[in-house]
Structures are given as C-alpha cells and as structure tokens.
C-alpha cells in the first residue's frame, strides 16, 4: 500500500530558514510580475540548494512540496 512521505521536520525548518525573509519579501512586493519573477527566482535558489542533482523525484518533489506550503501561508 502507498503511504504518503514522513515528514521531516528538520528538512521543513532549513527550507523554511532558507526561504522564507525572501518569500515574506516577494509577496511584499505589489506588482504581480515582479512578486511571480522573484518566486521563480526563490524557487530555483531552493531547488539548487536542497535538491542534490542525483536526487530521486519523490525526494525533489517533496521539497518543492514544502516551499508550496511556505508560499501558501504567507
């Protein structure tokens, strides 16, 4: 049977250290192209940093599972 991925609670807080003065700073913004250009640029940054390029997909999918949910509460 699948089970969803345990979550890592010591991966979300060095996402969420890493990400979230620059996703607070985004959303800050007003225009929309610059606020959707900066989350690009926020989400290759974490991407880069967190995603080993031997990584397997559930694994890089789950980061970027736990920077969707940081956007989304901020």
Known sequence: D???QAKDDDLVARVKTFAQ???DAAFALRSKQERQQKLKEITAKVV???IPADA???FANHVKD???GL???T
Request: hydrophobic share 55%.
């Open 21 to 23: 003065p620059a996703l």
């Open 2 to 4: 699948w089970q969803p």
């Open 71 to 73: 956007e989304a509460k």
């Open 48 to 50: 880069a940093e967190f």
């Open 66 to 68: 736990i920077l969707f």
């Open 56 to 58: 397997d997909t559930l």
